[in-house]
């Protein structure tokens, strides 16, 4: 029986973690498959609705064989169940916020966060009603103070861009199960090397792949990262419907 990859060092996970031989040439490095749709049994769902787990690749906008790949390592290192790719950082952070705020609702959010991020959220989000609190996240208890009855998201960026200021993701997470919002952490500073917030009671973590992950600073990607219950949703709603998916090339 083969070993259990979970059971992997990180550095092995890093390399092997969501790679599988080619079946048909047994070709160890992952294929790059650019082809748009897939060959499919009669009487498959074009539905976002119909979308699964089980469902079989039928078109790159749903799934893809190479972002899977690269969704599956991503998942391994972050000791995540499942994972979405998008077409860039902002992709994965906009597809959060749409996915879980509506009109009436309240995000808490770092003051210092990456410029794009702060911009969204100071311009964008109030646009469709949804109140936004900025505060300083290397102090938990302004957290704390900045939560409402209708506060449905915690986002964190630690280590923040540009500043490097740092949040105690433990200590908001606690504060944030205790109010029951959803708490996210852009980790793209720290990567999984350094910091993995699911295990510090994070409910999702996002990377801009772009940074450290891609490493060379020629790929642009995005990634959100947690529970397969959060993300199934993530994945229907946003994902699919609004197409910012990543380039199996880039993946």
């Known amino acids: 029986m083969a070993q259990d990859p979970r059971t992997f060092q990180f550095s092995t996970r890093a390399i092997h973690a969501g790679e599988r031989p ?3 040439t047994g070709a160890s490095a992952p294929n790059l498959v650019m082809s748009t749709t897939f060959v499919t049994e009669a009487g ?5 609705v119909d979308f699964g787990e089980t469902t079989p690749f039928i ?26 790719a998008f077409g860039s950082g902002m992709a994965a952070i ?14 808490v959010i770092s003051d210092v966060t990456y410029a794009a991020t702060a911009e969204f959220t100071k311009d964008f989000l109030p646009r469709f009603g949804i109140e936004v609190t900025k505060v300083d996240m290397s102090d938990p208890s ?5 939560l409402r009855p209708n506060t449905r998201l915690i986002y964190a960026e630690t280590p923040a ?29 720290a990567t999984p090397v350094a910091t993995r917030p699911l ?7 996002l990377h801009s792949l772009t940074k450290y992950i891609g490493g060379h600073g020629d790929a642009i990607g995005g990634a959100i990262l ?19 998916i990543l380039s199996p090339f880039n993946a």
């Not at 295990?199 to 973590?205: K, M, N, W, Y």
């Not at 947690?226 to 910012?244: C, H, N």
């Open 142 to 146: 302004q957290v704390q103070a900045a």
């Open 22 to 24: 080619d079946p048909a």
């Open 59 to 84: 078109y790159t906008r749903w799934g893809n064989p190479t972002v899977d790949q690269l969704e599956r390592k991503l998942a391994s290192l972050e000791q995540a169940e499942a994972c979405v």
């Open 44 to 48: 498959g769902s074009f539905s976002a």
């Open 199 to 205: 295990s510090l009671g994070a409910d999702l973590v």
């Open 94 to 107: 906009t597809a959060l916020f749409l996915h879980t705020l509506k009109s009436g609702d309240h995000l």
């Open 161 to 189: 861009n540009p500043l490097v200021r740092l949040t105690d993701i433990a200590a908001v997470a606690v504060i944030s199960k205790a109010a029951g919002t959803l708490f996210a952490v852009d980790a793209t500073f």
């Open 226 to 244: 947690g529970s397969s219950a959060l993300l199934a949703g993530i994945k229907k709603e946003i994902a699919l419907r609004t197409g910012g």
